[in-house]
Each structure stands twice: as C-alpha cells, then as structure tokens.
C-alpha cells in the first residue's frame, strides 16, 4: 500500500518528537544508587531542620495559637450561659497541650519548605516541561489545605459545639483541655487533609492510574465514601453535620474528575498530537 504524503508527515513528526523526549531525558543528570540515598538523606534532613524550626517558632506563639483555638468553645459556652473556663485533671496536661499545638502548628508552617525539598529530591528526574508545575503544585495543596481548614474552624466546629451543647443543656460541662484539642485538631485538620483530594487524583491520573471516565462511572461508591469518611469526622451525631461535611467532599469530588480529564495522559497526548499538527 502507497502511503500517503500527509501519512508519511505524521510519521516523521512522531519520529522527531521520540528523538527529542530521548535526547531529553539522555541530557538528564544520572546518579548512582548511593548518590541517591545521599540525596534522601540530606532532604530529610533539611525537612526535619524545618520541622524542628516551625515547632520552636510556633513554640513562642503558643499562648495566641491556644487563644484561637479555644475562642469558638467559649464563644459557645458564652451563648448558652456556661462557665468559659476549660479544666485539666493532671498538673502536665496544659504543658503537654502546648506542646501538641505548637508541634501541629510547626508542621504546618514547615510544610510549604518540606515540600519544596520533596521537589528538589525527585526534579532531577523530571523534564523540563514538567518542572514548571511545582508552582502551580505547591500553591494548590497549600490553599486548598488552608481552605479546609478555615471551612471547619469558621463553619463546620462552631456549629457542631453550638449543637452538642444546645443537647446538653441538662448537665453542667467539663471539659477537658486535652480533649478539646484533640477533637478541634480532629475536624480541622481532617477537613485540611480532605481538601487535598482534587490532588491526590491529579497524581493518580497523571500516571494513569485512574481516569476521568472510571471516576464518574463509579461516583455511587464514592458518594457512599465520602459520607462514611464525614461520619466519621462529624463530631456531632446529627445528619445535617454530616452533610455539612460531605457537601465540600463531593464538590471536590466532581473538580476532580475536571483535574484527571486534563492530566490523564490520553488527553495529553491528544493535546500533544493537535499542538503539533
């Protein structure tokens, strides 16, 4: 069979574009199994540096990052005419209280850092057109963990105190310091870290692991997810809690499935192969 000219254009181009991603990742800087391990060793060290950093800062701020998280339990006991004062029953209880916050807030500020150093670990393996998503990488996991976060903290908790003790308005509270931070650190960061999930799918697209077209054919089982993961992070037992919750979740469920169709490498080779026609 003759082939056409235009046929034997497509090859070509094809045949050029192979050369070019060859010649790249030839011009890419090799390293041995050693130099790797060296290169690990000296990024987690940096991260733990940041880490060991963010804690002594956020260390002296401790009082403030405590008077954040305490003002939206006593704005609530205030509305409903209770004492405001939290309780402990061991003399270690606040200083451990402390030390827990001002680590959790140590690692969030160190984490913008730690991530960059995850960057420089694996760029050297990265074309050059793929470098330039660290930006648009780090900026949205950041945001959109800090947008989760103040979706809870401004929203989701003072919400869930004010119906837990609108509830309980039978019995006298007591509660315990170290309990309180661990449900605030509960909803707040687990709505930062579920936040991360247009992410997580964009990597799991980006080497095809899923696809656009299996995350809608399958969205029942996700919805069904979603609303287990928000039972399970609503501190309140009521429904409407819970779908405070998952509403968020299935917004970012369905811009999720917008990430993977622009990642997946199906439609990035369509968009490779109309670029170059």
């Known amino acids: 069979m003759i082939e056409t000219e235009e046929e034997e254009k497509n090859k070509k181009d094809l045949v050029d574009r192979a050369r070019r991603a060859v010649t790249e990742r030839a011009e890419?800087?090799?390293?041995?199994?050693?130099?790797?391990?060296?290169?690990?060793?000296r990024r987690l060290i940096h991260s733990a540096l940041y880490l060991i950093?963010?804690?002594?800062?956020?260390?002296?701020l401790h009082e403030?990052?405590?008077?954040?998280?305490?003002?939206?339990?006593?704005?609530?006991l205030i509305q409903h005419h209770m004492s405001t004062q939290l309780a402990y029953f061991n003399p270690m209880d606040p200083f451990n209280m402390y030390l827990k916050i001002s680590f959790m807030a140590g690692c969030i500020v160190a984490c913008p850092f730690v991530l960059y150093e995850v960057?420089?670990?694996?760029s050297p393996g990265?074309?050059?057109?793929?470098?330039?998503?660290?930006?648009?990488?780090?900026?949205?996991?950041?945001?959109?963990?800090?947008?989760?976060?103040?979706?809870?903290?401004?929203?989701?908790?003072?919400?869930?105190?004010?119906?837990?003790?609108?509830?309980n308005k039978d019995f006298r509270p007591v509660i315990e310091i170290n309990e309180y931070t661990d449900l605030f650190l509960t909803v707040i960061l687990g709505l930062g870290i579920t936040f991360e999930l247009p992410i997580l799918v964009m990597f799991l697209?980006?080497?095809?692991?899923?696809?656009p077209k299996f995350l809608w054919k399958n969205i029942r089982y996700a919805i069904l997810l979603i609303f287990i993961i928000a039972a399970i992070i609503t501190p309140t037992p009521d429904v409407?809690?819970?779908?405070?919750?998952?509403?968020?979740?299935?917004?970012?469920?369905?811009?999720?499935?917008?990430?993977?169709w622009f990642v997946h490498p199906a439609t990035r080779k369509k968009r490779a192969e109309k670029a170059a026609s």
């Open 28 to 41: 890419l800087p090799g390293m041995s199994l050693m130099e790797h391990l060296e290169e690990l060793r």
């Open 53 to 60: 950093g963010g804690f002594f800062l956020m260390w002296g």
């Open 64 to 76: 403030r990052i405590y008077g954040l998280m305490e003002r939206p339990i006593r704005f609530a």
């Open 119 to 122: 960057w420089l670990f694996i």
């Open 126 to 167: 990265l074309y050059q057109n793929e470098k330039r998503y660290v930006v648009p990488f780090m900026s949205a996991t950041i945001l959109l963990f800090l947008a989760g976060a103040y979706f809870g903290y401004r929203w989701v908790y003072p919400g869930s105190l004010d119906f837990l003790l609108s509830f």
């Open 205 to 211: 697209s980006l080497f095809g692991i899923v696809s």
């Open 240 to 260: 409407l809690t819970m779908c405070v919750f998952a509403t968020p979740m299935l917004t970012l469920y369905l811009l999720s499935i917008g990430v993977a």
